[in-house]
């Protein structure tokens, strides 16, 4: 194995496991109320959006076969079922990847 391919596997080790360290280090110190705490929770969701409108408005890979107008209508549609689902995380989850697949294959 080459050099190079060792110190890419060992940054990107770093890169992955030094902020999950300090996380748990720090992790009894940090109040859930604080200021710095609540800035970095809406950062996790900003990009987490961000995420989510980038693969709705620039597709890669099988979605880019899906039409614009049926990724908003799975969109819409699963927010919906999110929203009747008592803020439930699965059954989006699986109702999204379900509708998408009949919309790409039926219609």
């Not at 990107?12 to 748990?24: K, N």
């Not at 409108?53 to 099988?62: E, K, L, M, S, W």
């Amino acid at each position: 194995m080459s050099n190079s391919i060792f110190y890419a596997i060992l940054v990107t080790s770093l890169a992955t496991f030094l902020p999950r360290f300090l996380g748990a280090v720090s992790s009894q110190r940090i109040r859930e109320d604080s200021k710095l705490f609540k800035w970095f929770n809406c950062l996790a969701y900003a990009t987490l959006a961000a995420l989510i409108a980038r693969t709705i408005i620039f597709p890669v890979g099988a979605l880019t076969d899906a039409s614009y107008l049926s990724r908003i209508f799975v969109v819409i549609f699963s927010i919906i079922v999110f929203l009747f689902s008592k803020k439930n995380y699965v059954f989006p989850t699986i109702f999204s990847a379900i509708l998408m697949a009949m919309l790409n294959n039926y219609l």
